[in-house]
């Protein structure tokens, strides 16, 4: 007997059995908590999301592999390179911009007095019926506070996803502390997985930053094969 068949002999003897017990009402949540991970979660396709800058440029190497799924990456001001398959939101934060006594602007990214306000236009995107794999750098602003917020939201939701992040540098003071205090804050979903930017340029030795940056963007690659999705 095939693997379909199976299933569909299995799900009868389930329904009879139930209905043998005058069970019949609890029959969709019961069913729908019988069959999930069996059928329909497995069939679901994957979502690859990038938030802010380090997991836009993830899920542009996700996507430049050939891995089979949806991708969108969501980021605000600074705009990559993206494959037209690749769904692109801007957050449209507001942006912190410095002005010289001369006039000339310099903007140093978003401004971090500000909370994020995430649009419609990325809660439809958690909306359809796929897996998600969240990749981030926990400590950039918009990076960590958007996987914040978006892993609370499809946690609630009950959706299946992952979450993929990156750890800062140890001279990125500031950051470490909103990456330890976001981790803290979503350890309690279990599927959290991190690495550190620091053993990435340890592993390699002695490298130029945009080399250690690169590998690091590998990292999240090996990490999600190492995943049971992959
Ligand atoms: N893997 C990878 N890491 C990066 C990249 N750019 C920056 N980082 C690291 O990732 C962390 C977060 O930086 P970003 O992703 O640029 O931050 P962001 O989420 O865009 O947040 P803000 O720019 O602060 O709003 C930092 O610790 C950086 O050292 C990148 O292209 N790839
Ligand atoms: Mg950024």
Known sequence: MNNAQNKKTSRRQVLKSLISLGAAALLPSVLKAHFSEQSTEKKRPIHFVGLGGAGSEAVRLFHNKGLQGFFTCLNTGEKIDLSPEINFIDLEHP???????????????????????IPQTVWKVFEQP????????LGGYTGGTTTKEISLHLYRQQ??????????????????????????????????????LNSIAAMYGNMRMSKAIEKATEQFYTLYQATSWA
């Open 159 to 196: 959706k299946d996803f992952y979450i993929i992040g990156s750890l800062p540098f140890s001279f990125e003071k500031s950051r470490i502390v909103r990456a330890q205090k976001i981790i803290q804050e979503l350890k309690h979903l279990g599927n959290v997985t991190t690495f550190e």
């Open 130 to 137: 796929h897996r998600f794999v969240l990749l981030s750098g």
């Open 95 to 117: 942006r912190d911009i410095f002005i010289t006594k001369e006039g000339k602007r310099y903007d140093l990214g978003p401004d971090t007095t500000k909370e994020y306000l």
